[in-house]
């Protein structure tokens, strides 16, 4: 069991006065440089700021209401809350002096008052894959998000390049592992499937053990769920805490601190603590790519030419916001990870042909403008840090041989048969309850509906029948209403197995209409991280671990369940 050592302190370091006089302002909702202003009778209502709650946008007034233009979540100005949701955002303090409004903000960083005074000893890492990430300090070691062979999101998701042999006993050898989310780039339970059942799992302690849930349904008996900003030892000089995404949903960073070297590893995780974060850190380890959503290339109330601009600005938004955080944070080496999959079945090729991602060269041209150095991730150097220095050592090893999509995707098919039936029970006992109509329509690899048969759900009233398609009623007063075109042995997959809609959607499986066009995030929120894994756990129906065992260590036998 681990124990806590202390917490890491929020701390204002720098104070800022902003003056804004009241003749400047209009009735109404004001765009105001960094801020929303908004009078009613020339008494001022409120100031928020600018900055989008779901990933840290910059939000853009437009006919009364504020867009975030990564995700075009929509603010009511009048309520402040996001549509779709329930999600408010919080006002900013003020005083009106001499016909001015006055707003006090304070620049905030975390501060670890337990940390080693000097650097001194060595801290080693290896890149594995994607976000998988091997640390060892003083004779302990931990691996970080480990998918390591197979698919990913419902064989939507396939890593890049293979992963070395080496990376297989490094997960099988290491004293703890942590898991950041329930998405299964992260929580991979194929590649977990390799590891003793008594290895301790930590993981973010979410109010819906989204994560926690998973691992013990896999079986796993040393789950520690940690409390975010709180320092837990995990040897001597070597100290984790985790920090929580920005935004609602489970997601999270996590920071180390080892033999007085300070690291943090962000992950995909928005608007990471709401930006408030350590300054002056040996490492920075962020997502960089994009591209990692359903959203919008999945979605048809957008043109192609809409998407295209969407995607476009995503990307930029993604690269001046880690540009922005590493001016401000100043960290000596900035790694981008997480971004090393690809769309690699030919039912994806529309995916593929379109879903376009920051390369990392991008970011050493963006990167000459800083004092931080770029580190390119390689599966076969070591990197350290020695009394804070940064060190290379090569690695020799094998790689795994490439993986077969189509024999995973008829794996699929065999396994898993539409069944209404089932399908019915499921919604029935789902226990959400809203103003939302959804159809759900079963379909073949290209998205043409398998037969007439469709399911309708009112979830207001729970309702749940087989309607055809011609049923279909796009505009209902006073729902929201939701279509979703599903390939059908991928729907029945999270059906049996009370899995994460986001699977679905984040893996390319579905193409979906939504009226109005705003992201319902309730109902995401519901069907992600809470009506899951009651029964049953995330599992690919082929061993995901089948061709590894074919190729690679006689112990890796002996290690499958």
């Keep these: 069991m681990i124990a806590s050592v202390g917490k890491l302190e929020r701390k204002a370091f720098k104070e800022e006065i902003i003056i804004v006089p009241l003749n400047v302002l209009k009735q109404g909702v004001n765009d105001y440089k960094e801020f929303i202003i908004k009078l009613v009778d020339h008494e001022v209502e409120y100031v928020i700021d600018k900055v989008c709650d779901h990933a840290g946008g910059r939000l853009v007034v437009k006919n009364g209401k504020a867009v975030c233009p990564m995700h075009n979540w929509t603010l009511d100005l009048d309520l402040l809350t996001y549509e779709g949701g329930n999600n408010k955002k919080k006002k900013l303090d003020f005083e ?54 197979g698919p990913s999101f419902l064989t939507g998701w396939w890593l890049a390049e293979p992963s070395t042999v080496n990376s297989l006993e490094l997960l099988k050898n290491c004293d703890y592992i942590f898991i950041s989310h329930n998405h299964p780039d992260h929580c991979h339970l194929e590649t977990l499937s390799i590891v003793d059942r008594d290895k301790c799992i930590i993981v973010p302690k979410f109010t819906s053990n989204s994560v926690r849930n998973f691992c013990e349904k896999a079986g796993f008996t040393n789950v520690v769920t940690a409390e975010f900003l709180t320092l837990y030892k995990l040897g001597d000089s070597f100290n984790i805490s985790i920090l929580k995404s920005g935004d609602f949903r489970d997601d999270s960073g996590v920071y180390i601190e080892a033999n007085g070297h300070e690291f943090l590893f962000s992950v995909d995780a928005n608007f990471l603590n709401s930006w408030v974060l350590p300054r002056n850190l040996d490492l920075f380890a962020s997502a960089y790519a994009s591209g990692a959503s359903g959203f919008p290339l999945c979605y048809h109330n957008y043109t192609e030419e809409e ?3 969407i995607i476009g600005r995503t990307k930029n938004v993604v690269r001046g916001n880690l540009f ?15 971004g090393m999959f690809k769309e690699y079945s030919e039912r994806d090729n529309y995916i593929k042909l379109n879903n376009f991602k920051n390369q990392i060269d991008d970011y050493l041209v963006d990167f000459q403008k800083l004092s931080t150095k770029v580190i390119i991730p390689d599966k076969l150097k070591e990197f350290y840090f020695e009394n804070g220095v940064l060190g290379w050592n090569l690695q020799e090893s094998d790689f795994l041989k490439s993986e077969n999509t189509e024999l995973y995707i008829n794996q699929y098919k065999e396994a898993y048969v539409w069944d209404e039936l089932e399908i019915r029970r499921y919604f029935e006992n789902c226990t959400y309850s809203e103003n939302q109509v959804l159809y759900i329509i079963p379909t073949d690899d290209d998205f043409i509906p398998c037969n007439e048969n469709v399911v309708y759900v009112n979830f207001s009233s729970s309702e749940v029948r087989i309607v055809q398609t011609d049923d279909i009623r796009m505009e209902l007063d006073s729902y929201r209403v939701m279509i979703i075109h599903v390939r059908s042995e991928i729907f029945m997959a999270v059906v049996k197995n009370m899995l994460p809609w986001e699977d679905f959607l984040i893996g390319f499986q579905c193409r979906i209409y939504r009226y109005p066009n705003v992201y319902e995030d309730s109902f995401w929120f519901h069907f992600t991280n809470e009506y899951v894994s009651k029964e049953n756990f995330r599992y690919s129906p082929l061993c995901g671990s089948c061709s590894v065992i074919n190729q690679n260590p006689v112990w890796y036998k002996s290690k499958i369940k």
């Design 96 to 149: 009106e002096v001499d016909g001015a409004i006055r707003i006090k903000r304070f620049n905030y960083e975390l501060v670890n008052n337990c940390i080693q005074k000097e650097k001194s000893g060595i801290v080693k890492f290896q890149w594995l894959n994607h976000a998988s990430i091997y640390i060892e300090c003083n004779g302990i070691s931990i691996m970080l998000d480990p998918w390591l062979f």
């Design 307 to 309: 998407k295209a601009v």
């Design 324 to 338: 922005k955080i590493c001016g401000e944070l100043q960290p000596k080496y900035f790694l981008p990870y997480a």
